[in-house]
């Protein structure tokens, strides 16, 4: 684990995803030279993964999700994480995929949940982590399994527990070949306490005996979606919305972000305006949570 501007945070690199208009461009224009170029780029800012992700093509055009991942191993080895949610993609990406390129390191799944477990048949003919979803659960109604969405503290947490064993007990996975996804809500429409309930659980998932060793990620770049640039003190709203977040987190075991690696990340101080603003928030529901946030850009 490398720290990062005196955090033991590590990187998962974002940016070869179509969501990124220039990363579209790349993949439109078939600028492999360009995919190459940001991929150093994320490696020389410190990314200890890449997320690899160029959306639907992948199903339609295999031989080019190749092409992909062969010109990125061809100049970085950093290891990579393959971000789609169907079984025929991620066979293709684990087919490509050079193990002695990446010095021997394993690539990444992203993701599986309890009723996207059909990724695990690839668990055998191929090695690989994976990025497990802790924001969904399998639950009988009337006769069926459906998936519901995860809310409140235990949801998340029984979640990711029983996934994460029946990982380590089925299929003999390592758990800290095991990331689990706490998925991060925006916070400015959580009238639910769905980020006080992530952060409970990340608590519990840190604190079990059985679960050590396993990782806790989350993409943080929601936290602060349609929220004004700047907080009331002036600074950078949203970012310090990050570094908050990680600043309560990263000491009960989350690791890893998925973002951009020269983002930068940093603690807050604990008289941080943002930092007291969203712990404040976190004690909310309701409109009560709502005039919490209005805190953050308002002196």
Request: hydrophobic share 40%.
């Amino acid at each position: 684990m490398t720290p990062t501007n005196g955090f033991a945070i590590n990187i998962i690199g974002e940016r070869i995803n179509p969501g990124f208009k220039s990363t579209r461009a790349l993949f439109d224009n078939e600028d492999l030279p360009g995919i190459q170029a940001l991929a150093v780029r994320q490696a020389e800012a410190g990314a200890a993964y890449q997320n690899v992700n160029i959306g639907a093509r992948a199903l339609t055009d295999p031989q080019f999700m190749t092409r992909v991942i062969q010109a990125i191993q061809e100049v970085v080895d950093t290891p990579l994480s393959f971000d789609f949610p169907s079984k025929k993609v991620q066979e293709i990406c684990l087919a490509a995929y050079c193990l002695d390129k990446a010095n021997g390191e394993l690539p990444i799944v992203n993701s599986i949940t309890e009723h996207r477990w059909d990724l695990m048949e690839l668990y055998g003919p191929y090695k690989f982590k994976v990025i497990l979803m802790a924001s969904e659960r399998l639950e009988e109604v009337d006769g069926a399994m459906v998936a519901k969405g995860n809310k409140t503290t235990q949801e998340i947490y029984s979640t990711a527990k029983r996934a994460a064993l029946r990982l380590k007990n089925d299929y003999g996975m390592p758990l800290d070949h095991i990331f689990i996804d706490m998925s991060v809500s925006a916070i400015i429409a959580d009238t639910e306490g769905l980020n006080r309930s992530t952060v409970e659980a990340i608590r519990l998932i840190g604190a079990d005996p059985e679960l050590k060793g396993v990782h806790m990620m989350g993409g943080l770049s929601n936290i602060g979606q349609q929220l004004p640039p700047k907080a009331a003190d002036g600074s950078d709203l949203k970012h310090c919305l990050e570094n908050a977040f990680l600043t309560l987190n990263v000491p009960h075991g989350f690791d890893y972000v998925l973002g951009t690696p020269w983002r930068g990340y940093e603690p807050l101080a604990e008289d941080h305006y943002v930092l007291t603003t969203y712990r404040n928030f976190l004690e909310q529901t309701g409109s009560n949570a709502l005039r919490a946030v209005r805190k953050f850009y308002r002196a």
